[in-house]
């Protein structure tokens, strides 16, 4: 009945609060039960989650409509107005709902954040050269060359036919 009130539309704070009181019950019933029936698949299928949408807010979705965040919530606060992601108000915490995220029901489906972000470097401002850098490097470069040339020296140098190679 919760599902059919607010398809497609924003959940009031006090429907978030009870929808999320209500997985935290099937939770709770879950964690305890040796084997979970088949009447509980239902969960996968239906539009059950609270999910903070960006420019919508809190709507319900069902399992692959959004994404989880990692325990740690690294990502939470740099994707929040970016994508769908799973969202409990401060009275019940997304622990309480991790025995049904991780169930043999849900596991599957679930997208987690975490193995999604691609991390990658976006250097931004004027490009100034750090001469402190290029100084360090620059004697290195000098002296992996000379090293180089004496081991060239010593390898066709050698009566033997044997390489020798110093190793420092």
């Known amino acids: 009945m919760i ?8 959940v009031p704070p006090e429907g978030w609060k009870h929808v999320a ?6 939770s709770d019933v879950i964690q305890r039960m040796p084997t979970i029936p088949g009447s509980f698949n239902v969960l996968a299928e239906i539009a059950a989650f609270p999910v903070r949408v960006p420019a919508e807010g809190i709507a319900l979705r069902p399992i692959d409509g959004f994404y989880v965040t990692d325990r740690a919530s690294k990502y939470a606060k740099v994707f929040r107005e970016r994508v769908a992601l799973l969202e409990f108000p401060d009275s019940v915490p997304v622990t ?3 025995p049904l995220l991780e169930s043999d029901i849900l596991k599957d489906s679930i997208r987690y954040l975490d193995s999604h972000v691609t991390k990658r470097s976006l250097p931004q401002g004027k490009q100034v050269l750090d001469s402190d850098a290029t100084e360090r490097y620059s004697s290195r470069v000098e002296y992996i060359a000379r090293y180089v040339r004496l081991v060239a ?4 140098t050698d009566r033997e036919g044997v ?6």
């Open 21 to 26: 009181e209500i997985l935290s019950d099937i």
């Open 96 to 98: 309480r709902i991790r």
């Open 163 to 168: 390489i020798l190679v110093q190793s420092r």
């Open 3 to 10: 599902v059919e009130q607010y398809r497609g539309c924003p």
């Open 153 to 156: 020296v010593a390898a066709s």
